[in-house]
């Protein structure tokens, strides 16, 4: 009778094994995705913070050329630089792109361009400004810097949504938890972000 169970156990092992093999090979190929799609959301994240970055650069010389018309412009100029401060000072880990972590980041850039539309409703008093061409050059700038942002926001949307949607399907669900795969937050479209800088002639 052992004899009669043996073969039996071997099949059973064997489809156990090959069973088994299945899984772990479809939770490579999964695992390997999940890792592609996070790696391409951390890098287009590089690239919404390049963009607010690039607008964080053309701020001192903005503000330097509008001193130059406009001195007794203070209160303006302060606002500008605090939250200019503010915006660079806050960071999120590409490794932690919650919603809560990229609100936060959102709310910070919001008060910059607040404080930039400010800013440049200051030109409308000062004719000379206006037509400073440095002035104009760095408007252009910061219009062109504001598409960017815009565009690069977008991208990364993409990504994070389609990183999420990977994560969330069957059978990745099941052991993207056990790999520390986690959801990545949004950029919304919020009150602030339809009221960014305007920067026409």
Not at 18 to 47: D, F, H, P, R
Not at 55 to 75: C, F, M, W
Request: glycine fraction near 6%.
């Amino acid at each position: 009778m052992v004899d009669k169970l043996n073969p039996n156990m071997k099949k059973i092992q064997h489809s156990f094994l090959i069973a088994i093999i299945g899984v772990l090979t479809l939770s490579s190929c999964g695992y390997n995705t999940m890792v592609n799609k996070q790696e391409t959301v951390t890098a287009q994240w590089g690239q919404v913070q390049n963009a607010y970055q690039r607008r964080a650069d053309l701020i001192p010389n903005l503000v330097a050329t509008v001193k130059g018309y406009a001195s007794h412009e203070q209160e303006t100029f302060t606002a500008v630089v605090e939250a200019r401060a503010k915006a660079t000072q806050t960071n999120v880990n590409p490794e932690e792109l919650t919603d809560e972590g990229i609100q936060q980041f959102q709310q910070a850039q919001s008060q910059l361009s607040g404080a930039l539309g400010r800013l440049l409703m200051i030109r409308e008093n000062y004719p000379e400004l206006k037509a400073n061409q440095n002035f104009l050059a760095l408007q252009d700038e910061l219009a062109g810097t504001e598409n960017r942002i815009a565009v690069e926001r977008n991208r990364f949307n993409e990504t994070a949504r389609d990183y999420n949607q990977y994560i969330r399907r069957f059978p990745q669900v099941i052991y993207a938890g056990w790999f520390g795969f986690k959801k990545k937050g949004y950029f919304e479209a919020d009150a602030a972000s339809q009221s960014a800088p305007a920067v026409e002639f």
